[in-house]
């Protein structure tokens, strides 16, 4: 989400904090009077959920508000004091959900990536002529294997909640027996597993195994062992490097996310939608999951 946007969203949230409970009689409880608009609600009154600053109009979208308001909120928990979100029954108060309803209704339509199919993952190794093609290929593949979100095989803009892996959680197994990073049949065994330090769903030191395959080029064994061991052969490696880093004319540096959408892009362009069915502007790194 546009960082900008979240800004114009959380100010006004901290404002949810404040309850407003009907006052009690010595009768009974008393009807519950109208309630003030709280000020989270105030830009959903505007059309089409447009904000004004400075002549610049902002749309303010869903996610961008769900993400500010559990921001926010997370915030306000850590500090021991109840979850704002939540009404006196535990559930998540009706006017955070008219809220983020009103919201979606604006938003425009989701526009998906479209997923790879496996001979953009061939044509991206056959034609990688460089190591640093190479590297790409390897490490864009590897990832497809795992799921991965761009942040935790590359170098993207901005925090982000899960961690780029490193090569020392990387490990590979033949059986119970575990071979070192430098096994020159790295490639040959049967298992790989990698710790996911910290992910966005919370969880921290999972570990997820895949299996090698039978395919000569699209086979997890094979990238990954390109992958660690060509981390491991830049000079002054460290246990701390993460799999995108790559060292060009002395220099070390990572990996980007753009350069991954990159030869993306430039494998479905080289195809061409008339086999693929669409073309260059219809991908991205989202493509990979």
């Given at each position: 989400?546009?960082?900008?946007?979240?800004?114009?969203?959380?100010?006004?949230l901290?404002?949810?904090?404040?309850?407003?409970?009907?006052?009690?009689?010595?009768?009974?409880p008393?009807?519950?009077?109208?309630?003030?608009?709280?000020?989270?609600l105030?830009?959903?009154?505007?059309?089409?959920?447009?904000?004004?600053?400075?002549?610049?109009?902002?749309?303010?979208?869903?996610?961008?508000?769900r993400?500010?308001l559990?921001h926010?909120?997370?915030?306000?928990?850590?500090?021991?004091r109840?979850?704002p979100?939540?009404?006196?029954?535990?559930?998540?108060?009706?006017?955070?959900?008219?809220?983020?309803r009103?919201y979606?209704?604006?938003?425009p339509?989701?526009?998906?990536?479209?997923?790879?199919?496996?001979r953009?993952?061939?044509?991206m190794?056959?034609?990688?002529?460089?190591?640093?093609?190479?590297?790409?290929?390897?490490?864009?593949?590897?990832?497809?294997?795992?799921?991965?979100?761009?942040?935790?095989?590359?170098?993207?803009?901005?925090?982000?909640m899960?961690?780029?892996?490193?090569v020392t959680?990387?490990r590979?197994f033949?059986?119970?027996?575990?071979?070192?990073?430098?096994d020159?049949?790295?490639h040959?065994?049967?298992?790989?597993s990698?710790?996911?330090?910290?992910?966005?769903?919370?969880?921290?030191?999972?570990?997820?195994?895949?299996?090698r395959?039978?395919?000569?080029?699209?086979?997890?064994?094979?990238?990954w062992?390109?992958?660690?061991?060509?981390?491991?052969?830049?000079?002054?490696?460290?246990?701390?490097?993460?799999?995108?880093?790559?060292?060009?004319?002395g220099?070390?540096?990572?990996?980007?996310?753009?350069?991954?959408e990159?030869?993306?892009?430039?494998?479905?362009?080289?195809?061409?939608?008339?086999v693929?069915?669409?073309?260059?502007?219809?991908?991205?790194?989202?493509?990979n999951?």
């Amino acid at each position: 989400s546009n960082p900008r946007q979240a800004f114009l969203v959380m100010g006004p949230l901290a404002n949810i904090l404040k309850r407003h409970r009907p006052r009690r009689s010595l009768h009974g409880p008393t009807p519950p009077k109208p309630q003030p608009i709280p000020p989270l609600l105030l830009y959903a009154i505007r059309p089409a959920g447009r904000l004004q600053t400075r002549g610049d109009p902002c749309q303010v979208q869903g996610a961008t508000a769900r993400e500010a308001l559990d921001h926010v909120c997370e915030a306000i928990k850590a500090t021991d004091r109840p979850d704002p979100r939540l009404d006196q029954s535990g559930k998540t108060a009706l006017v955070i959900l008219r809220q983020t309803r009103g919201y979606n209704k604006h938003d425009p339509p989701k526009k998906n990536q479209k997923a790879l199919p496996p001979r953009v993952y061939r044509h991206m190794l056959r034609t990688a002529q460089t190591q640093l093609a190479r590297a790409k290929a390897h490490l864009l593949c590897g990832a497809l294997f795992f799921a991965y979100r761009s942040c935790e095989y590359s170098k993207v803009n901005g925090a982000r909640m899960n961690e780029t892996i490193r090569v020392t959680n990387v490990r590979f197994f033949n059986g119970k027996r575990e071979p070192r990073h430098d096994d020159p049949f790295l490639h040959l065994d049967e298992n790989i597993s990698i710790k996911f330090r910290s992910q966005k769903n919370g969880e921290k030191y999972e570990i997820v195994t895949m299996h090698r395959t039978t395919d000569a080029l699209l086979n997890p064994a094979i990238h990954w062992a390109f992958t660690v061991q060509s981390v491991h052969s830049i000079p002054g490696f460290a246990k701390d490097y993460t799999v995108d880093m790559f060292s060009e004319r002395g220099v070390v540096r990572r990996i980007t996310s753009k350069e991954i959408e990159g030869i993306i892009k430039n494998a479905v362009r080289a195809i061409g939608k008339a086999v693929l069915g669409f073309c260059e502007k219809d991908v991205g790194t989202h493509s990979n999951r």
